[in-house]
């Protein structure tokens, strides 16, 4: 199996920044793509941020030239920087990662983490 450990989530005022890290482990074969899924109240869970192993990043329109992902493929690790932060980005933030394991070598398959709180004050 995979464990996927989240850090970095707070609560920050309006046009502040915040860091969330996170880290993959266990039975790892390899992964193909690590990430950042949010989910407010009341809404669906939607992508944040994605890095591919190829080093490809994904972003939403709502983030991008504010919010920069980055991976390490050795660590197994994706870090999302955060800037200019507002209201709307309040949510629960989510590490994701597809990857195949040492026990099923034909099966990618999303990993997820337990979620990271990020409240934006006015």
């Known amino acids: 199996q995979v464990q996927m450990v989240e850090s970095g989530g707070g609560l920050v005022q309006v046009g502040g920044s915040l860091r969330l890290s996170c880290a993959a482990s266990?039975?790892?074969?390899?992964?193909?793509?690590m990430g950042w899924y949010r989910q407010a109240p009341g809404k669906q869970r939607e992508l944040v941020a994605l890095?591919?192993?190829?080093?490809?990043?994904n972003y939403a329109d709502s983030v991008k030239g504010r919010f920069t992902v980055s991976g390490d493929n050795a660590k197994n690790t994706v870090t999302l920087q955060m800037n200019s932060l507002n209201a709307e980005d309040t949510a629960v933030y989510f590490c994701n990662a597809w990857a195949t394991t040492t026990q099923a070598l034909g099966v990618t398959r999303a990993y997820w983490g337990q979620g990271t709180q990020v409240t934006v004050s006015s």
């Open positions: 266990g039975s790892i074969f390899s992964i193909n793509a």
């Open positions: 890095i591919t192993s190829g080093g490809r990043t």
